[in-house]
């Protein structure tokens, strides 16, 4: 078929001149990894000015030592069928790579087997024959300046060879990287069905190598040793197959990435630490549904600990839940995704539950009761007494105290408040917690019994309620319970601050 299309090599410039001269230096990397090779020596050095104000240049230089072009039009033909589209084992498919560092070129050359194709300064292609019988060497000369010597060095250093690829920078090995393990994952790729024929994207299983980040740097994903780009992930991820992308090369979807992100996450979830859990890349990951029930369970405990509920808009359940030592999550901290995988958490596992399912109040084969006058003893009299000492003094009224029993162990509260009555829980609570502790008073010439500190911090927890249903650990609740804890401070310190009656509690006449 004739052709319809001509190829601006201006045009074509003008794309590419803008990108870091790596990347266009890794299209040949690419091509020799793709090969037969066992060598690849790469070059990168300034060329010396003659004159002052003469333009500084890169030479740079890529040899191999495999079978050579099998066609060299392929030097100088964009897009050309190619068997490469039909294996996903090798990176390329575009059959534009060393054309795109050409068309920055102020010269270039291509020397393979039996063919050497010259690209002058002025434009167009020169063809020679050569004795070369085995191996290609390119070479360009492009006009950029000298600090990208060092840059285009580290970047080409980052790469991670094939084991068989002896691959040299100026003459020397770059480090090989620490790795951490290989998977294998089904994951997208692209790949066509045969040679004239389209490209298809479908899954396929892989291996996935993990790496340790370059110099403690943040992660980068791979295409078979070749970088594609910077990721959240804090490892180097490495595809052992074709990975979807533009023709430049150099960036992939967020889709593509949360699917490389769930492989990742099975292979650390055990390992992760709290800080870490709560990463970008860890909720992407959690967030794909091919990441299994196991794994979003390991980062659920490491991200919220076991002891963790969802806030509810019970705010007694959220109270029960407190009480038990549960850490209430809010919702808005989590995604929607996020919560469904954590709420969803499939057989034999714990999953993420509502303060209200784990504590609330439950009506079924539950009953509350007040417990009889004659069961309330001295002690839980005096707690009574106390509560409305402190009650009137704090909050300006007397507030009811209630004793009541629940016969349901599935409730875990120890007291509750609302509408003005704070009820004890007596039989969750047990008889000795309403015991005070009986010291000397000089000023009475005699003991007296005073409060202890774990019956006071119950009470103002729930006075602190006074004012609206107020959910512990909102703003408005905290800066409720540090009112009354400011009033009582200073109703230490002043016992008559505003108040008439007993000056203090412990003045009151033991029963």
């Not at 990894?33 to 050095?45: A, G, L, N, P, Y």
């Not at 875990?412 to 015991?435: C, E, H, P």
Request: charged share 25%; aromatic share 6%; net charge negative.
């Amino acid at each position: 078929m004739e052709n319809r299309f001509e190829v601006s090599t201006e045009g074509m410039k003008e794309l590419h001149a803008g990108r870091p001269l790596w990347s266009l230096v890794k299209e040949l990397v690419s091509n020799v990894w793709d090969e037969e090779s066992t060598i690849c020596k790469v070059t990168v050095r300034p060329v010396e000015m003659a004159y002052p104000h003469e333009p500084s240049c890169i030479d740079i230089t890529v040899e191999d030592n495999a079978g050579g072009f099998k066609d060299v039009d392929d030097a100088y033909t964009l897009m050309a069928p190619t068997a490469k589209r039909t294996n996903s084992n090798v990176r390329g498919r575009f059959n534009i790579g060393e054309k795109e560092i050409i068309s920055v070129a102020v010269h270039a050359e291509v020397e393979t087997v039996g063919t050497t194709v010259y690209f002058p300064e002025g434009g167009g292609r020169e063809l020679t024959s050569n004795d070369r019988t085995n191996g290609t060497v390119i070479r360009v000369r492009v006009e950029r300046p000298h600090s990208e010597v060092q840059e285009t060095i580290d970047a080409l250093s980052g790469f991670l060879p094939p084991a068989e690829i002896t691959y040299t920078i100026n003459g020397e090995e770059p480090e090989r990287r620490s790795f951490i393990e290989r998977t294998r994952g089904s994951i997208p790729t692209i790949v066509a069905g045969g040679v004239g024929e389209p490209l298809r994207n479908l899954w396929r299983t892989t291996d996935i190598d993990i790496y340790q980040p370059r110099f403690g740097k943040g992660g980068h994903i791979y295409e078979m040793g070749i970088t594609i780009q910077p990721i959240d992930a804090p490892y180097d991820v490495d595809i052992q197959q074709k990975v979807p992308m533009p023709p430049n090369r150099d960036t992939v979807t967020a889709s593509y990435l949360q699917h490389v992100y769930s492989e990742v996450l099975q292979v650390v979830a055990p390992v992760l630490e709290q800080s870490q859990a709560s990463e970008t890349w860890v909720q992407a990951a959690v967030e794909d549904s091919k990441t299994p029930d196991e794994t979003v369970a390991k980062v659920m405990e490491a991200k919220l600990g076991k002891k963790a509920v969802l806030w509810s808009s019970d705010t007694q359940a959220n109270e029960n839940a407190h009480l038990a030592g549960m850490e209430i999550i809010h919702p808005r901290t989590l995604s929607k995704r996020e919560r469904e995988r954590y709420t969803g958490l499939g057989e034999g596992l714990t999953p993420l539950v509502s303060a209200k399912e784990g504590f609330g109040l439950k009506t079924e084969g539950m009953e509350l009761v007040l417990v009889e006058e004659t069961d309330v003893t001295p002690a839980m009299e005096r707690v009574a007494q106390y509560t409305q000492w402190l009650s009137e003094r704090l909050l300006g009224f007397e507030c009811n105290v209630r004793f009541i029993s629940m016969k349901a162990v599935a409730d875990k509260r120890a007291a509750q408040y609302g509408g003005r009555t704070l009820d004890f829980v007596s039989d969750r609570l047990g008889k000795d917690w309403f015991k005070m502790d009986t010291v000397w008073s000089e000023a009475e010439n005699g003991h007296v019994k005073v409060p202890m500190p774990h019956q006071t911090e119950l009470i103002l927890h729930e006075l602190a309620h006074e004012g609206g249903s107020v959910t512990p650990h909102t703003g408005e609740y905290v800066h409720r319970i540090a009112v009354l804890g400011a009033k009582a401070t200073h109703l230490a310190l002043n016992p008559q601050m505003g108040h008439s009656g007993r000056d203090t509690w412990w003045s009151t006449p033991l029963r």
